[in-house]
Nanobody
Framework: QGEIVESGGGSVQPGESLRLSCEAS????????INWYRQGPGNQRELVAS???????DYADSVKGRFTISRDNAKKTAYLQMSDLKPADTAVYLC??????????????WGQGTQVTVSP
């Protein structure tokens, strides 16, 4: 069994930055795609950023140019650097690790989430 723990959330003012960390105790971490999701109050869960096992990244349009996802396989940790934060970024941020076996079948791990609050 594996585990994911997020950290780095907090309360900041608009325009400030935060770096979230996703520490995973997962065998073969380097083979997993890492996703950062967020869920704001009353909102559906939204995929914010992804990084594949090869290091290919993808971002939601709402965060392009402001957020950067990265990973350190040796540390089994992924990061989400968030800059120029806006009140609309306020949400619980969750880390998800996915190993696709075939089609929709795979292995998934979820963290508990870390709260990010952006307000003046």
């Amino acid at each position: 069994q594996g585990e994911i723990v997020e950290s780095g959330g907090g309360s900041v003012q608009p325009g400030e930055s935060l770096r979230l960390s996703c520490e995973a105790s997962i065998s073969a971490f380097q083979t997993f795609t890492i996703n950062w999701y967020r869920q704001g109050p009353g909102n559906q869960r939204e995929l914010v950023a992804s990084i594949s096992r090869e290091g290919t990244t993808d971002y939601a349009d709402s965060v392009k140019g402001r957020f950067t996802i990265s990973r350190d396989n040796a540390k089994k940790t992924a990061y989400l650097q968030m800059s120029d934060l806006k009140p609309a970024d306020t949400a619980v941020y969750l880390c998800h690790a996915r190993f696709t076996i075939v089609g929709p079948t795979g292995i998934d791990y979820w963290g508990q989430g870390t709260q990010v609050t952006v307000s003046p």
